[in-house]
């Protein structure tokens, strides 16, 4: 659900939120203080999940079974990693700039003990992205805010087509190298230190 809309009820809730001149009017743009003071204030449900993409707030849906078995199959995967030098976390803010997305999946370096901040991009080695339904939203406007923020690596599992789409070398809001793995493949490290994955690990089996 796209919560753009949702109204700014006080000077000092505006204070929080970025500004963009658009056509002449001033649009107040989400920012992750402003999100924290509205949870904070009870204006939004804290038991629920919200990104910030490109300024605009939005509620993330629930998970089906396809779903959640990838993205705790790539977790269970992931975890077998060095913890003192990978930080493995699903579906938890990372901070890019003033937006706020929640992948499904990302890999940070370093260990989480000691960390007293929400990771952001420049820590980040890997991002996935685990689509159903969200597919447009993964590729059209959550890949060119992590290829603008340097991730190195950005992986959509596609639970629909069954493969992994891999992007690499990010430059210029996008990704110079993009390469498919269907089931049957091994999607080859992302990082050094990364294990190698079969595809059809990644998918529940199909009956």
């Keep these: 659900m796209d919560l753009a809309g949702i109204g700014v009820y006080n000077i000092g809730m505006a204070t929080l939120m ?3 001149i658009r056509e002449g009017l001033v649009w107040l743009r989400w920012t992750p203080e402003a999100l924290d003071e509205m949870l904070r204030r009870g204006d939004l449900d804290a038991d629920r999940h919200y990104e910030i993409l490109n300024g605009e707030l939005y509620e993330k849906m629930g998970h ?3 779903h959640a078995f990838a993205v705790s199959a790539l977790q269970l995967i992931f975890s077998r990693m060095d913890s003192e030098s990978f930080y493995v976390a699903s579906q938890l803010p990372l901070r890019i700039g003033q937006d706020l997305p929640e992948p499904d999946l ?3 370096r370093g260990s989480l003990f ?3 901040e929400t990771p952001t991009a420049d820590e980040t080695l890997l991002v996935v992205e685990v689509s159903d339904s969200t597919y447009a939203t993964d590729f059209h406007i959550k890949l060119p805010i992590y290829a603008t923020a340097g991730i190195p690596v950005y992986w959509i599992a596609d639970v629909n087509r069954r493969r992994v789409e891999v992007f690499r070398l990010p430059v210029g809001g996008t990704y110079a190298d993009v390469s498919m793995f269907e089931e049957g493949t ?6 050094e230190g990364c294990p190698s994955i079969a595809v059809s690990d990644v998918f529940l089996t199909e009956s």
């Design 18 to 20: 970025a500004r963009e």
């Design 64 to 66: 089906n079974w396809p």
């Design 106 to 108: 990302k890999v940070i």
């Design 114 to 116: 000691g960390r007293r």
């Design 186 to 191: 091994i999607l080859p490290p992302a990082f």
